[in-house]
């Protein structure tokens, strides 16, 4: 006689079936699917806006869950800070509020270090470099230090953000020595707040969604970020100056509570990885469009570019020792010795 044992686990819209030592003995004498109710549901939670890299990633990995899953898992992305914002979305993926949620590297520096190498400034030398850094060896060990010690799993890592962070404002800037007294917004890591330090800038921690506010009320006259984060949050309307100073490449994490995953059945589990992992190639193929959509509205808008000669550029990179120093107890040398060496 046939037995079949189904186990539904209830967390707002999170449905996982098939669960029970008698299942795994069925599955093992059984080549038959694992009969399903109803789909598993699942809601994504960023603040990544759908025409973004990062956004249209997380909306082909929606598709690709539910394509691998046979249609037995289904995922709902709610985009633009709909829900939460950054650090919003891992406590309410921790929390059990949503099932994924995404935040960058400088923002999940809140609950571990793991990211902290990545805010040094110019440790990242191209797009390349980036991608066999976090997507080789080294992401590997990320992704398990971070399941091991805050029961989060990182699905994603999706490398194509928008490119280098770069500097807009209401105020031309061509060199250090013009950030002198400037209110500059900054991501709350304690990398950055120093570097903006250095430059002669008043960091101002603020999230991304009150920049446009802070910059119409003149709060600050300048941020830090990608073209593209600035085109979405219609930046270019107010910051009309912009200079390539390009000191670091920020990423977008895609997260899971380790323990939910844990629950879902194997076939959910590898559609989900698997969907997860293609939405990462597809991160960077459309990132390249969308830099330079971002800067021909940034054009449209009357925005200035300002582009470093390489002497230029090496007076802004010249803090960058300094930088990695002040933070080595945490970063120590042989590590970023080997980021730099991942990159070659």
Same mark, same amino acid.
């Given at each position: 006689?046939?037995?079949?044992?189904?186990?539904?686990?209830?967390?707002?819209?999170?449905?996982?079936?098939?669960?029970? @030592?008698?299942?795994?003995?069925?599955?093992?004498?059984?080549?038959?699917?694992?009969?399903?109710? &109803?789909?598993?549901?699942?809601?994504?939670?960023?603040?990544?806006?759908?025409?973004?890299?990062? $956004?249209?990633?997380?909306?082909?990995?929606?598709?690709? +869950?539910?394509?691998?899953?046979?249609?037995?898992?289904?995922?709902?992305?709610?985009?633009?800070?709909? +829900?939460?914002?950054?650090?919003?979305?891992?406590?309410?993926?921790?929390?059990?509020?949503?099932?994924?949620?995404?935040?960058?590297?400088?923002?999940?520096?809140?609950?571990?270090?793991?990211?902290?190498?990545?805010?040094? /400034?110019?440790?990242?030398?191209?797009?390349?470099?980036?991608?066999?850094?976090?997507?080789?060896?080294?992401?590997?060990?990320? %992704?398990?230090?971070?399941? &091991?010690?805050?029961?989060?799993?990182?699905?994603?890592?999706? *490398?194509?953000?928008?490119?280098? %962070?770069?500097?807009?404002?209401?105020?031309?800037?061509?060199? /250090?020595?013009?950030?002198?007294?400037?209110? +500059? %917004?900054?991501?709350?890591? /304690?990398?950055?707040?120093?570097?903006?330090?250095?430059?002669?800038?008043?960091?101002?921690?603020?999230?991304?969604?009150?920049?446009?506010?802070?910059?119409?009320?003149?709060?600050?006259?300048?941020?830090?970020?990608?073209? *593209?984060?600035?085109?979405?949050?219609?930046?270019?309307?107010?910051?009309?100056?912009?200079?390539?100073?390009?000191? $670091?490449?920020?990423?977008?994490?895609?997260?899971?509570?380790?323990?939910?995953?844990?629950?879902?059945?194997?076939?959910?589990?590898?559609?989900?990885?698997?969907?997860?992992?293609?939405?990462?190639?597809?991160?960077?193929?459309? @990132?390249?469009?969308?830099?330079? &959509?971002?800067?021909?509205?940034?054009?449209?808008?009357?925005?200035?570019?300002?582009?470093?000669?390489?002497?230029?550029? &090496? +007076?802004?990179?010249?803090?960058?020792?300094?930088?990695?120093?002040?933070?080595?107890?945490?970063?120590? /040398?042989?590590?970023?010795? %080997?980021?730099?060496?991942?990159?070659?």
């Amino acid at each position: 006689m046939k037995k079949f044992i189904l186990c539904a686990i209830l967390t707002l819209g999170l449905v996982v079936s098939g669960c029970g @030592n008698n299942t795994d003995k069925n599955q093992n004498s059984n080549s038959k699917p694992i009969e399903y109710s &109803k789909p598993i549901e699942m809601r994504l939670g960023t603040s990544a806006q759908p025409n973004e890299p990062a $956004g249209q990633a997380y909306i082909k990995f929606a598709e690709l +869950v539910e394509k691998y899953s046979q249609g037995k898992a289904k995922v709902q992305t709610l985009l633009g800070g709909s +829900v939460c914002q950054e650090t919003d979305c891992v406590e309410s993926v921790l929390n059990g509020s949503l099932e994924l949620g995404t935040t960058s590297n400088g923002n999940i520096g809140s609950f571990t270090d793991a990211f902290l190498w990545l805010d040094l /400034p110019y440790i990242i030398k191209s797009q390349k470099g980036l991608e066999k850094v976090l997507l080789g060896p080294i992401g590997d060990e990320i %992704r398990q230090k971070v399941e &091991k010690e805050n029961n989060l799993k990182i699905l994603g890592m999706m *490398t194509g953000n928008g490119g280098f %962070r770069v500097y807009l404002g209401t105020k031309e800037v061509k060199k /250090p020595e013009d950030m002198k007294g400037m209110k +500059v %917004r900054a991501v709350n890591t /304690p990398v950055e707040i120093a570097l903006w330090k250095a430059w002669g800038a008043i960091p101002t921690p603020l999230p991304l969604t009150e920049v446009y506010t802070a910059l119409s009320q003149k709060i600050i006259d300048g941020e830090g970020l990608q073209l *593209t984060w600035a085109d979405n949050g219609r930046h270019f309307e107010i910051a009309k100056y912009s200079t390539n100073i390009n000191y $670091g490449a920020p990423v977008q994490l895609l997260l899971m509570r380790a323990d939910k995953f844990n629950a879902l059945p194997q076939d959910i589990k590898d559609a989900v990885e698997k969907a997860a992992k293609e939405a990462e190639q597809y991160n960077i193929q459309v @990132n390249t469009d969308a830099m330079a &959509k971002a800067k021909e509205n940034a054009l449209k808008a009357g925005v200035k570019f300002y582009d470093l000669s390489p002497e230029e550029m &090496k +007076v802004w990179q010249d803090i960058a020792p300094m930088i990695w120093k002040q933070f080595e107890n945490k970063i120590p /040398p042989a590590y970023i010795e %080997r980021i730099l060496k991942a990159q070659e």
